[in-house]
């Protein structure tokens, strides 16, 4: 079946503009995830989604940075007057949530390079 | 939150075994290691998940010991495929925060 897709797979960008990231997680999968990774480093944790409402957001670096999933699905991931320093690759995983488990799909990731 | 400590890198050669060590010694009780791999410009994938002793799937194996504070990735007879990065993670998979953190990861460059 269809993995988790993420658009678009590249963005350029300029300082102070506005972007938003798409991910359409797996069918079915309760849990969507956010991360960003910066080249040589493991990704690191922004947002958690369980069903509609954002279970744990203390990875959000701040308020510049926000997230919606509306209908329990599709998540967005926004980012206002963005800077030079958001540049990375963003990262959407999701999963079917069972207790003692932890499996992650992750998508392919969209690169935001800002000028 | 557990912090993880892995080596850096490692070489290996084709059809040898190797195993990436992760020390994880505040690791709390209701924590569960898992390991990903990651490919140059795809997202990270899911290897293996455990508590305690040994677990064992079709790609790999993950032995810890009874302390628990620390856990061994075992990849049988490696191929070039397998280069990648790999990430121990440790964390309460009932609290999805805690284990959603990955550490830099072990550099892993298996040559002919």
């Known amino acids: 079946g269809a993995g988790v897709s993420q658009t678009p797979s590249n963005k350029v960008t300029e300082k102070g503009k506005y972007v938003e990231l798409r991910c359409d997680p797996i069918s079915g999968h309760t849990a969507l995830y956010w991360y960003r990774q910066s080249l040589g480093q493991g990704p690191e944790f922004l947002i958690y989604f369980q069903g509609t409402g954002a279970a744990d957001d203390s990875g959000l670096p701040n308020d510049r940075f926000f997230a919606v999933r509306p209908e329990g699905s599709v998540s967005t991931l926004k980012i206002q007057r963005t800077e030079r320093g958001d540049s990375a690759v963003y990262l959407c995983?999701?999963?079917?949530?069972?207790?003692?488990?932890?499996?992650?799909?992750f998508g392919p990731g969209t690169r935001l390079t800002v000028l | 939150l557990a912090k993880t400590t892995q080596p850096i890198s490692m070489d290996s050669y084709e059809g040898q075994e190797v195993n990436i060590t992760c020390s994880h010694n505040n690791i709390a009780t209701n924590d569960y290691i898992t390991w990903y791999q990651q490919f140059p410009s795809q997202g990270p994938r899911f290897i293996i998940q455990g508590y305690k002793t040994k677990v064992t799937n079709e790609v790999a194996s993950l032995f810890i010991p009874a302390d628990r504070k620390s856990s061994t990735l075992s990849l049988p007879r490696v191929s070039l495929s397998d280069t990648a990065v790999y990430y121990c993670l440790v964390g309460d998979a009932f609290g999805a925060g805690n284990m959603l953190t990955f550490g830099g990861g072990t550099r892993l460059m298996v040559k002919p």
């Open positions: 995983a999701s999963s079917f949530y069972l207790a003692g488990s932890n499996e992650q799909f």
